[in-house]
């Protein structure tokens, strides 16, 4: 799950989880860790299993941003999750790139703060399907292409045959979408 954390939506996330006995992971935005509350969120998080990790402070495209701009992304978020890892004896050891996008440079600068990248193998268009283009559930071709028009109404369905068709997989999802 990508892009929180978020005091209403995170928690309605990790309810589903819990209902089900499955953990996620997290890559969290420093730019929404703004108060003790989501301090206190992403502390339970990590005690109760979840992985919580490094999404960059305001979701940038690295691509698109200097060696120095960057790494303050990086450090940033870095910074706001270490004390959080302290206090449980760990370390974040994860790290996505906004977007998947990422070159030898951005790349580098992640694995300098000790961080393993992970990406995806399958992009659930959650956020196509919360987008009001269309209504909420509804996933426009003019949002997002790569959704066959049988499965424009179908997230379950949709998620479930991209599953199928790559036998598993790492799944995007974002736990800041109320539809997701």
């Not at 989880?17 to 499955?22: K, P, R, T, V």
Request: aromatic letters at 12%.
């Amino acid at each position: 799950f990508d892009d929180g954390p978020d005091l209403t939506r995170t928690p309605q996330v990790l309810d589903v989880l819990a209902a089900h006995g499955a953990t996620g992971t997290f890559f969290v935005n420093g730019k929404r860790i703004t108060s003790d509350a989501h301090r206190d969120l992403l502390r339970q998080m990590i005690r109760d299993g979840h992985i919580v990790a490094n999404h960059s402070q305001n979701h940038k495209n690295s691509r698109q941003t200097s060696a120095d701009t960057w790494r303050s992304e990086v450090q940033r978020t870095h910074d706001a999750l270490v004390p959080l890892f302290a206090e449980l004896d760990q370390t974040p050891t994860f790290f996505r790139f906004p977007f998947g996008s990422a070159n030898c440079t951005t790349y580098n600068i992640v694995t300098d703060f000790g961080y393993h990248v992970v990406g995806w193998h399958i992009d659930t268009a959650d956020w196509c399907f919360n987008s009001s283009s269309g209504g909420y559930g509804y996933c426009a071709s003019s949002t997002f292409r790569h959704v066959p028009d049988r499965f424009r109404n179908d997230f379950p369905g949709w998620v479930l045959h991209q599953a199928e068709a790559n036998n598993g997989g790492i799944l995007l999802m974002h736990d800041v979408n109320r539809f997701t």
